[in-house]
């Protein structure tokens, strides 16, 4: 006997699958409805393997993988629609942030808020500040904020330097911006690390007389350089960042502006003009010293001093 009900259910599946489209293949229980679905219907196509269940509130319109898009509107579903924001990486990430592996959906949601846990969902309660929330489409921080957040959260300073610098070289955000915003996110997370790297990445080349590297060579024990010292080479005079009297050694320490255009052929050319004269050249970009100091310091140790140092102490993060 023919089932009567069958081309309703095709129409209704379609209905369905093209709103679902908007949310990364996934809806809630409450949209199912306002389209047509009882909760018996829904609990048909679960049983008959054509959609799963995500939680309480969540359905996956398909048996296989739920994709990134899906699993960040699960989160703020299962958390707390209308409450719960996506935050921190995860949100750099739905706007295009690559590099940066994360396993949880981060969300944050304000800090008196009452949420279920979730599987695979990080909850972080946060005081909300005027112009975070974005107002269309899927409900996440700006990118500023997020990008705060997202070091603050990190597991490790080198993961806090990692998200601050690939934010900005992927133009989600400027450092500037950035910094403008770290004065009105209050995060609790390793603040002091935030602020620098925030301005080694808005200051670029700007931030060795900040620096103060010869601080930093008493700190190691190393001899007190020259900065600023002036070459003239083939291609005109250049003036050298840090060079040691009595030494072949010189260190460039390059900022965010290095990383920019065409400033890496132009540091390579000024590099070689150096090297080709018997000088030793370390380069030293300003946000690796942050996260890596000991090491770097150590390699400069060694080629002031002409010969190995010891094994540089345990690194941050």
Same mark, same amino acid.
């Given at each position: 006997?023919?089932?009567?009900? #069958?081309?309703?259910?095709?129409?209704?599946?379609?209905?369905?699958?093209?709103?679902?489209?908007?949310?990364?293949?996934? +809806?809630?229980?409450?949209?199912l409805?306002?389209?047509?679905?009882?909760?018996?219907?829904?609990?048909?196509?679960?049983? =008959?393997?054509?959609?799963?269940?995500? =939680?309480?509130?969540?359905?996956?319109?398909?048996?296989?993988?739920?994709?990134?898009? =899906?699993?960040?509107?699960?989160?703020?579903?299962?958390?707390?629609?209308?409450?719960?924001?996506?935050?921190?990486?995860?949100?750099?990430?739905?706007?295009?942030?690559?590099?940066?592996?994360? /396993?949880? &959906?981060?969300?944050? &949601? /304000?800090?008196?808020?009452?949420?279920?846990?979730?599987d695979?969902?990080?909850?972080?309660?946060?005081?909300?500040?005027?112009?975070?929330?974005?107002?269309?489409?899927?409900?996440?921080?700006?990118?500023?904020?997020?990008?705060? #957040?997202?070091?603050?959260?990190? #597991?490790?300073?080198?993961?806090?330097?990692?998200?601050?610098?690939?934010?900005?070289?992927?133009? +989600?955000?400027?450092?500037?911006?950035?910094?403008?915003?770290?004065?009105?996110?209050?995060?609790?997370?390793r603040? /002091?690390?935030?602020?620098? &790297? +925030?301005?080694?990445?808005?200051?670029?080349?700007?931030? +060795?007389?900040?620096?103060?590297?010869?601080?930093?060579c008493r700190?190691?024990?190393?001899? /007190?350089?020259?900065r600023?010292?002036?070459? #003239?080479?083939?291609?005109?005079?250049?003036?050298?960042?840090?060079?040691?009297?009595?030494?072949?050694?010189?260190?460039?320490?390059?900022?965010?502006?290095h990383?920019?255009g065409?400033?890496?052929?132009?540091?390579?050319?000024?590099?070689?003009?150096v090297?080709?004269?018997?000088?030793?050249?370390?380069?030293?970009?300003?946000?690796?010293?942050?996260?890596?100091?000991?090491a770097f310091?150590?390699?400069?140790r060694?080629?002031?001093?002409?010969?190995p140092t010891?094994?540089?102490?345990?690194?941050?993060?």
């Amino acid at each position: 006997m023919p089932d009567v009900h #069958r081309p309703a259910r095709r129409l209704l599946r379609r209905a369905a699958a093209a709103a679902a489209e908007e949310f990364g293949g996934v +809806l809630t229980m409450r949209r199912l409805a306002g389209l047509g679905y009882d909760h018996s219907a829904i609990r048909r196509e679960i049983d =008959g393997d054509r959609w799963q269940r995500l =939680g309480t509130h969540t359905v996956a319109l398909h048996t296989g993988g739920v994709s990134d898009e =899906g699993r960040r509107w699960r989160a703020v579903w299962e958390v707390a629609e209308g409450v719960a924001l996506v935050d921190g990486v995860s949100s750099l990430q739905a706007v295009g942030l690559t590099g940066y592996h994360e /396993p949880v &959906v981060h969300v944050s &949601v /304000p800090r008196n808020a009452q949420c279920p846990e979730a599987d695979g969902v990080r909850i972080h309660r946060v005081t909300r500040t005027p112009g975070e929330v974005q107002s269309c489409g899927l409900p996440r921080t700006a990118p500023e904020v997020a990008t705060l #957040r997202a070091a603050a959260w990190a #597991r490790s300073d080198r993961q806090a330097a990692l998200v601050l610098c690939l934010a900005v070289q992927q133009r +989600l955000t400027t450092g500037h911006r950035l910094l403008s915003t770290f004065r009105v996110v209050r995060n609790r997370g390793r603040r /002091p690390f935030v602020r620098q &790297v +925030l301005r080694d990445v808005a200051d670029g080349a700007q931030s +060795l007389g900040e620096l103060d590297f010869a601080v930093l060579c008493r700190r190691y024990d190393i001899p /007190p350089p020259h900065r600023q010292v002036l070459r #003239r080479t083939a291609r005109g005079r250049i003036y050298l960042d840090v060079r040691w009297a009595g030494s072949r050694l010189v260190v460039e320490i390059d900022g965010a502006g290095h990383r920019v255009g065409l400033s890496v052929t132009d540091d390579n050319l000024r590099q070689n003009e150096v090297s080709l004269t018997g000088d030793v050249v370390l380069r030293i970009d300003l946000v690796g010293l942050r996260v890596h100091e000991p090491a770097f310091m150590a390699q400069v140790r060694s080629g002031v001093l002409g010969r190995p140092t010891p094994p540089p102490p345990a690194e941050r993060g």
